[in-house]
């Protein structure tokens, strides 16, 4: 009898640690399923108010194949994306905003050298995501994505870099550097990197972006742990991001090859800038190390009830079918 319940205070909290995580899990998951209704239905809030205000369909039409206005619309769609979820995940779990999204000046050394070097490994990741593309598409398999016009001149420019890069980086790393990996910290920080990833990944609806995504996500999370703030993973998103914008902008005015010899150099001069922050980083010989968390379960063990709460399982498979049927 003594055997038995001593085995049984050795079970109690695990289960009882099974049990908190998975309530936060499905917070998240929820959290996630809200974001993909805004995607979904906003288009059909959008029609309704600009009937209800008095506008014919062709006008309303007319003014969605404007690449400015879906530029403008852009940002107010991502916005309305992340807070409102965010809003219901820190609700779910009982948390206050300032009591799990880490807003003050970051804390941690060498912080130059943090950003360019997460920066270089979003480009590595970057070109992972597109070696892969071109294996699956060798293979057959082609997954649809979206090509939207970009509007053109400065101005342009401009709107195109605050709907891609700004308020993406802004609204994004709140929600998931903020919000997602600060509730499942609690669980370690090792397990909140990597579900706050899979998280970021799935968030994007699009098996093209997914891996690219997931790799992203690990180094922000990484850094915004080290930095005990999300400003230096807003700036690496951004960054990320405006460099994207840019080449886009290349393709519309220059030749090809010119093009490619550009990105080519960029990619050079990145990689070496990337190769020192690395070494300069490593100076520190714990700038690996994570806190570990008290917890009773390994790290696997942590993912796979992750992935297994049922609103987790959901919100990945509407992510999936979002991708295949609606992208």
């Known amino acids: 009898m003594n055997d038995k319940f001593s085995s049984y ?65 852009q940002i107010l769609v991502s916005t309305l994306m992340t807070i409102l ?34 920066v270089g490994f979003c480009m590595f990741a970057s070109i992972v995501s597109n070696v892969l593309a071109n294996i699956f598409a060798a ?54 990197i990597i579900a706050s990833s899979l998280v970021f990944a799935f968030m994007h609806a699009s ?11 690990l180094i922000l999370g990484f850094v915004t742990i080290k930095a005990k703030s999300i400003w ?7 960054a990320n991001n405006f460099i994207s ?19 080519y150099v960029f990619l050079l001069l990145i990689f070496a800038a990337t190769a020192c922050a690395i070494v300069k980083i490593s100076e520190d010989r714990e700038f690996l190390k994570l806190e570990k968390a008290e917890t009773k379960n390994s790290e696997a063990q942590k993912i796979g009830w992750f992935l297994t709460t049922p609103w987790i399982v959901v919100a990945f498979c509407v992510a999936i079918a979002i991708s295949i049927f609606l992208r």
């Open 232 to 238: 230096p993973a807003v700036i690496i998103h951004a």
């Open 85 to 118: 979820p965010t809003f219901i995940l820190l609700r779910a779990t009982h948390r206050k905003a300032r009591d799990v999204i880490e807003l003050g000046l970051p804390k941690m050394q060498n912080k130059t050298a943090y950003i360019v070097a997460a």
């Open 139 to 192: 293979l057959g398999l082609s997954f649809p994505s979206i090509d939207r016009e970009l509007p053109r001149g400065v101005l342009g420019f401009f709107l195109a870099t605050l709907s891609t890069a700004v308020f993406p980086a802004l609204v994004e790393e709140f929600m998931m550097r903020g919000a997602v990996l600060g509730v499942l910290r609690r669980f370690g920080d090792g397990f909140a």
């Open 9 to 73: 205070k050795e079970i109690s909290p695990i289960l009882s640690e099974k049990n908190e995580q998975r309530k936060v899990a499905g917070a998240v998951g929820l959290s996630l399923l809200a974001l993909f209704a805004i995607m979904i239905g906003w288009s059909f809030v959008y029609l309704r108010i600009m009937v209800n205000l008095g506008f014919n369909i062709s006008f309303i039409t007319k003014l969605t194949e404007n690449p400015a206005f879906n530029e403008i619309i």
């Open 207 to 217: 098996l093209t972006q997914f891996a690219f995504a997931f790799m992203v996500g």
């Open 245 to 263: 914008v840019v080449f886009s902008y290349l393709a519309l005015y220059i030749d090809i090859n010119v093009q490619n010899m550009v990105f």
